[in-house]
């Protein structure tokens, strides 16, 4: 099952192969800079940490970590420091 799968058979209330991973990809779901920048620490991460949001202070979760943690869901509006969107694989 890869994450679009998964995510829709939980909406559908269905059993997916397993929990769908949801990290920073809306407001809703976000990270604060601080527990993000304890996360990073914890595995061993050298980033600069972005804030998306200023007043609720979200990190804006990188691609790194999105790819090591297996999380199913994605910002669709995510822009990279180019300007250009950033594209992932579907797992």
């Known amino acids: 099952m890869n994450s679009r799968e998964r995510i ?5 209330h269905k059993q997916p192969d ?3 991973i949801d990290l920073g990809s809306s407001t809703v779901t976000g990270i604060s ?3 993000y920048n304890n996360l990073k ?5 050298k980033s600069k940490t972005r804030v998306f949001d ?5 990190a804006n ?6 790819d090591m943690l297996g999380v ?15 594209t992932h694989k579907v797992r």
Do not use: H
């Open 54 to 58: 200023v007043v609720q202070q979200l």
């Open 41 to 45: 620490d914890f595995l061993k991460v």
């Open 8 to 12: 829709l058979s939980s909406i559908n």
């Open 33 to 35: 800079a601080i527990a």
């Open 18 to 20: 397993k929990v769908p």
């Open 72 to 86: 199913d869901a994605l910002d669709i509006n995510r822009v990279s420091a180019e300007g250009l969107v950033q």
């Open 61 to 66: 979760v990188d691609m790194e970590i999105i």
